[in-house]
């Protein structure tokens, strides 16, 4: 088991087995987009207060969860990486900050656009918009470090402490903010079947949240196999490869 | 570990903190700029915002938690540069004591000699700013618990940029965001205590972070010293 595991984290075999992996997440990631947006906008009626504007959730909540889940795998992976040395968990790891940091953004984009017609302000200083404010600014240091230290092993040790370091402190950060201002709405989906959201929303808000899932996982394989090739310029299997693209 | 090296780690401790003193003594720029900055930024906020007592009062807490904030933030860099520099940090990895309890030393001389006289000035910034004197003791009693995790989680980040030129930018980046939490607490029971609330919760929390921080911070810095000494 612990051989196979090995054998995978090599940077060459983790790059044929990604190149195997994205078709599998990228072709789901296409369909569930389409179906959920066509759901979620189309066929979706709309809320009895908040009219057509609460469509942004079908986009905001599952960026919102994505931007911690990505971090939760970043740290996972940067653990994995400073534990068994381990190069393709530290490619993965890297890949992940930049799609977080995005989704993060996107998280407060939508809310901040979704908060001008409902709150009738652009920013208001709510709990949850806070601490996803300090969230971008997590994956922010974590990019900045990554990209300051030249070698690229010591690199991703370095960020791979920020990250373990990070999570410790999300759970901090999110209930501190949380205890000291709320005016966000509770939250709508807390456990399956027990939602507060009619099916008919509730269905194509979960198929946007897988969606975003499987994107994440294509892309981040993606920049992965990227950043190999990039390491390994060097090595005769990047060589042929680059030939045959 | 047997008994003898567990009373000589105590003593490397003792070494280490006395030789660290000792070099703060020399160079005294290096802890007391960042207390005259203390000064100075907390009371350009009067002269941008005038002179109102009113709101003064009403903002002091979190401006003066704001500043002590900046200035512990100034004082990270130098807390492992020295050290680094010329080599004395390699010395103190490879002697057979708990790097990380060596590493805590370090930090609480960084807090003697910035977190300890932050506390003693701010009443001087509270007069300032009209605080009463017990929302001053008050603020004392907060500064008294939050300074020492500015110091503990700063550290991990000074540690992790110690081998980077213009690391000093990165490192503000780097902490800032996990100084929310202290700031948070720290400010807000001042304001809650004037308000009249009770403030045992937030002091209480402010003490958990510290226990937390007192426990882990050490360790984290230790690895990310000997990822950045390589």
């Known amino acids: 088991m612990f051989k196979a595991i090995t054998k995978l984290a090599s940077l060459r075999n983790f790059y044929f087995f990604a190149g195997k992996l994205i078709p599998w997440f990228g072709w789901p990631t296409l369909i569930l987009l389409l179906v959920g947006l066509y759901w979620g906008l189309v066929v979706a009626p709309p809320d009895y207060q908040q009219k057509d504007s609460y469509r942004i959730i079908f986009i905001h909540v599952p960026a919102a969860w994505m931007s911690l889940f990505i971090y939760m795998v970043m740290a996972f992976s940067a653990a994995a990486s400073l534990i068994w040395k381990t190069k393709a968990s530290e490619v993965f790891a890297n890949s992940c900050a930049p799609i977080g940091a995005a989704f993060t953004f996107l998280a407060l984009a939508t809310g901040s656009l979704w908060g001008k017609p409902m709150w009738g302000t652009w920013w208001e200083w709510d709990a949850r918009l806070t601490s996803e404010l300090v969230l971008l600014f997590l994956y922010l240091g974590y990019i900045a470090l990554q990209s300051a230290i030249e070698d690229r092993r010591t690199a991703a040790r370095a960020t791979a402490i920020l990250a373990i370091v990070g999570v410790v402190n999300i759970p901090i950060i999110h209930f501190s903010v949380e205890w000291w201002f709320t005016l966000h709405q509770g939250p709508t989906v807390t456990k399956m079947g027990k939602a507060s959201m009619d099916s008919s929303m509730l269905i194509p808000l979960l198929i946007m949240a897988v969606a975003f899932k499987t994107y994440f996982f294509t892309v981040a394989l993606m920049r992965s196999r990227n950043e190999i090739l990039e390491r390994e310029s060097h090595t005769k299997w990047v060589q042929e490869e680059r030939e045959r693209l | ?230």
Do not use: C
């Not at chain 2, 492992?80 to 001389?109: A, M, W």
């Not at chain 2, 932050?118 to 009693?141: C, R």
């Not at chain 2, 939490?181 to 919760?201: E, K, Q, W």
């Open chain 2, 1 to 230: 570990m047997s008994r003898s090296v567990s009373q000589s780690s105590s003593r490397a401790m003792l070494e280490l903190f006395r030789r660290d003193l000792k070099l703060a003594g020399r160079n005294k720029s290096e802890w007391l700029n960042p207390l005259l900055f203390f000064i100075f930024a907390a009371i350009l906020f009067p002269l941008g915002i005038g002179p109102d007592s009113a709101i003064l009062t009403q903002i002091a807490p979190g401006i003066i938690w704001v500043v002590a904030l900046l200035a512990a933030l100034l004082s990270l860099d130098s807390m492992f540069r020295s050290d680094y520099e010329d080599g004395s940090l390699e010395q103190v990895v490879l002697t057979p004591h708990p790097f990380s309890l060596l590493i805590l030393t370090k930090i609480s001389v960084h807090w003697l000699l910035t977190g300890v006289p932050l506390i003693l000035l701010s009443p001087l910034l509270a007069t300032f700013f009209h605080l009463d004197s017990g929302a001053t003791f008050i603020l004392m009693k907060t500064l008294l618990l939050g300074t020492p995790v500015l110091s503990l989680v700063g550290a991990i980040g000074s540690a992790l940029t110690v081998g980077l030129r213009r690391g000093s930018m990165l490192l503000s980046l780097l902490v800032l965001p996990l100084y929310v939490p202290v700031l948070i607490f720290g400010a807000n029971a001042v304001a809650a205590s004037s308000a009249g609330l009770d403030i045992g919760g937030h002091l209480m929390i402010i003490a958990s972070l510290l226990v937390l921080s007192i426990t882990l911070a050490p360790l984290a810095a230790a690895a990310a010293l000997r990822i950045s000494i390589g």
